[in-house]
């Protein structure tokens, strides 16, 4: 019923920037929490980022300073602008939310599929 598409992911020198764009659609009433997460290969998925529905907003340490997460509840989209990347940014980032939907008394976690975001020279 709900569907996280990331995109802006792809292959950046180190010291450059990304910007990655997360678009949730379906029957959503409401978008609470979202964040970004990451996984490097072979390595398990850790959290990059979150940020509240009121904006509200935490960073792993390893990305403090150099990303900003936001979103735009008005077009359910979530964004993350990652500057200074380094060659252990690389990772596949996926879109995680809390959605409340329509016509449903519950909350549902979702996950999109990933973009893959490589930094190397």
């Known amino acids: 019923q709900v569907q996280l598409a990331e995109s802006g992911g792809g292959l950046v020198q180190p010291g450059g920037s990304l910007r990655l764009s997360c678009a949730a659609s379906g029957t959503i009433f409401r978008i609470n929490d979202m964040a970004w997460y990451r996984q490097p290969p072979g390595k398990e998925r850790e959290l990059v980022a979150k940020i509240t529905s009121g904006g509200d907003t935490n960073y792993a340490d390893s990305v403090k300073g150099r990303f900003t997460i936001s979103r735009d509840n008005a077009l359910n989209m979530m964004y993350v602008q990652m500057n200074n990347l380094k060659p252990a940014d690389s990772a596949v980032y996926y879109c995680?939310?809390?959605?409340?939907?329509?016509?449903?008394?519950?909350?549902?976690?979702?996950w999109g599929q990933g973009t893959r975001v490589i930094v190397s020279s």
């Open positions: 995680n939310a809390d959605v409340a939907i329509r016509n449903s008394p519950f909350t549902f976690n979702y």
